[in-house]
């Protein structure tokens, strides 16, 4: 790994991460079946979809904690979500434990009018209201998470095909989760072309769209779906840092800018501190 790559894995919180040692010590034995960190797909503890069938995805404990952890180590203040799920739960844990912490300094020094604010996006009013129903059992979030339904259709970015919701919670998120929506309940097709075919896959173009609004320092992370990670990174315009790491099966971009002023460099400086700067540093030498 270059210093690229690693000065990138520190910026994640993730270069000495160990998930068992983390769980206990962010307390989340709570989240976790029986009480206990495991990483074993428990059917019991999920929400997703596969194909077009009712079956969800099992959760996968490591990638969940690996999540908070970030959200923890960046000091999130507001997160976009494509997709609700078991994310939810621990993004929003995640930044409850953030106000708890950080909630005067921010309501003195950050302008941020979402603060610690997740804003969770799907087109599925079946796995939205599943999802409220899990969340709803877990204490103190309430006030954390909004659900936002949009519908999903088929469209165009710069003429390549791709998927779009309808409308998106309008915030300044620090950071976005991509990973949704499912390929298979977009409506309508472009030029007789769908996401839903079988030999298709998950396309999304909501990014592209509001990238221009979108602060130095955010994070993107995708969840798996490498050929919509590759569309994003061929037409991403403005300077992102970018590194996938396989035994996540992640991708994860940063924008990677000078600030755009001085109420962004206190954000960055808050929240990202000087390896951000470093980082800045190395790409421009």
């Known amino acids: 790994m ?15 991460f160990m998930p068992e040692i983390y769980c206990n010590k962010e307390k989340l034995d709570f989240l976790l079946p029986n009480s206990s960190y495991s990483n074993d797909q428990d059917d019991n503890f999920n929400l997703g979809i596969i194909e077009n ?33 078991k994310s939810t739960i621990f993004f929003s844990d995640a930044l409850l434990k953030n106000k708890f912490d950080y909630e005067k300094y921010i309501a003195s020094n950050i302008r941020c009018h979402t603060p610690y604010k997740l804003f969770s996006i799907d087109n599925n ?3 939205i209201d599943e999802c409220r129903k899990t969340i ?19 469209s165009n970015f710069a003429g390549k095909i791709c998927t ?3 409308s998106l919670p309008q915030i300044s998120p620090d950071l976005i989760y991509l990973d949704a929506p499912d390929q298979y309940s977009v409506i309508g097709d ?26 130095p320092g955010t994070l ?15 037409n991403l315009q403005r300077n992102w840092s970018y590194l996938y790491i396989p035994e996540f099966d992640q991708h994860f971009f ?32």
């Not at 995805?57 to 976009?80: A, E, G, Q, T």
């Open 164 to 166: 779009f919701y309808d």
């Open 2 to 16: 270059d210093i690229k790559e690693d000065l990138f894995l520190k910026s994640l919180g993730l270069d000495k």
């Open 136 to 154: 709803s059992n877990f204490r103190n979030l309430e006030n954390i998470y909004e659900f936002f339904f949009s519908e999903i259709k088929m």
């Open 220 to 234: 993107v992370v995708v969840d798996g779906r490498a050929a919509n990670a590759r569309f994003l990174k061929c």
């Open 53 to 85: 069938s009712k079956n969800p995805f099992p959760p996968v404990w490591d990638d969940l904690l690996r999540l908070h952890r970030i959200v923890r180590y960046r000091k999130c203040i507001s997160i976009l979500e494509f997709g609700v799920g």
């Open 125 to 127: 009013n079946i796995w």
């Open 254 to 285: 940063e924008l990677l800018e000078e600030p755009l002023g001085f109420i962004n460099k206190r954000r960055i400086d808050f929240c990202l501190g000087e390896n951000y700067f470093k980082r800045l540093e190395v790409i421009n030498h």
């Open 190 to 215: 472009v030029n007789g072309y769908s996401t839903r075919h079988p030999d298709s896959m998950p396309m999304s173009g909501d990014i592209l769209a509001i990238e221009h609004f979108l602060q």
